[in-house]
């Protein structure tokens, strides 16, 4: 079964570069048809999923966040990380990492990991 675990700073000061990393244990990112999503939770508000990338190493990523977002990944760790730049109070949420076996198919989550934007 896959589990996946967030880690990265909680909190991080305006206009910085946010810099989170899943580690993935009990399946490899590089499986084929595997997806690996990036979904934050902002206080009182719903689910906005931010990208993926997938086992190809391809990514993609929510139209209205693509500007500031990068996702990548290392093979050897069996990690990805998201990289959201220019961050404001806005961006202050519960993110989470995600698997899948399709762009938009979420089967197993991270338990969230909370970043506050503020200075």
């Known amino acids: 079964q896959v589990q996946l675990q967030e880690s990265g700073p909680g909190l991080v000061k305006p206009s910085q570069t946010l810099s989170l990393t899943c580690t993935v244990s009990g399946g490899s990112i590089t499986t084929n048809y595997y997806y690996w999503s990036w979904i934050r939770q902002p206080p009182g508000k719903g689910l906005e999923w931010i990208g993926y990338i997938n086992y190809s190493g391809s990514s993609y990523y929510s139209p209205s966040l693509k500007s500031r977002t990068s996702i990548s990944r290392n093979t050897s760790k069996n990690q990805f990380t998201l990289q959201l730049s220019s961050v404001t109070p806005e961006d202050t949420a519960v993110y989470y990492c995600?698997?899948?076996?399709?762009?938009?198919?979420?089967?197993?989550w991270g338990q969230g990991t909370q970043v506050t934007v503020s200075s």
């Open positions: 995600v698997f899948g076996t399709g762009p938009q198919l979420f089967h197993s």
